[in-house]
């Protein structure tokens, strides 16, 4: 019984989710591009805060065409304009259908710091609204009113 108990309560455990309140994603903005030139991009952009310190900056990723399935930061890449941040995106299927994994260097008062890592799933029914023109390229934007929270799933102090 007590041993049926504990294996019942691991995975909740596990499962525990971090002391931090999760990041806010706002502005999130993804386009694909038709291809029809040499010269559109792919793009992901987005601003971003951290609650716990009240930290936020803007973040930009972009990548040819020709590397439409491999060109995404597949590690965290310092593209924000507070070079604190950086981000990669996980399970990348679609700039309308990948995981935001953000790492903020969060400093405390007391001189020290503190990585946290955040991340969410961005897909076309709840987050982004998708525009998909005839000629081919793809515009996404955060829906509107809607909050597009990052869970932080990982805190290192250093
Ligand atoms: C597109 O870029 C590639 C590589 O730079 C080049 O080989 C190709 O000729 C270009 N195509 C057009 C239509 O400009
Ligand atoms: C997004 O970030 C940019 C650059 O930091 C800033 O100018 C802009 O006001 C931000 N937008 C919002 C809605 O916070
Ligand atoms: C970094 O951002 C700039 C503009 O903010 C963009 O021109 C550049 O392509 C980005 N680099 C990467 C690797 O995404």
């Known amino acids: 019984m007590v041993a049926l108990l504990s294996l019942a309560l691991l ?24 291809g ?28 040819p065409y020709a590397q439409w399935d491999t060109g995404y930061p597949h590690e965290f890449l310092a593209n924000c304009t507070d070079k604190a941040w950086s981000f990669k995106l996980d399970d990348y299927q679609d700039v309308w259908d990948f995981v935001l994994d953000v ?36 515009i996404c934007r955060q829906r509107e009113g809607v909050a597009f929270p990052l869970d932080v799933y990982k805190e290192v102090k250093v």
Do not use: M
């Open 11 to 34: 995975p909740l455990a596990l499962a525990r989710p971090s002391a931090s309140p999760a990041f806010e994603v706002t502005n999130l903005y993804t386009f694909e591009p038709s």
């Open 103 to 138: 790492k903020h260097v969060s400093k405390k008062k007391n001189g020290k710091k503190i990585k946290r890592f955040a991340k969410g799933t961005v897909d076309a029914e709840d987050i982004l609204q998708c525009t998909h023109a005839g000629s081919g390229f793809s």
């Open 36 to 63: 029809r030139d040499n010269v559109s991009v792919y793009r992901v952009a987005f601003n971003v805060t951290d609650p716990s310190d009240g930290g936020a900056t803007s973040c930009e990723t972009t990548w």
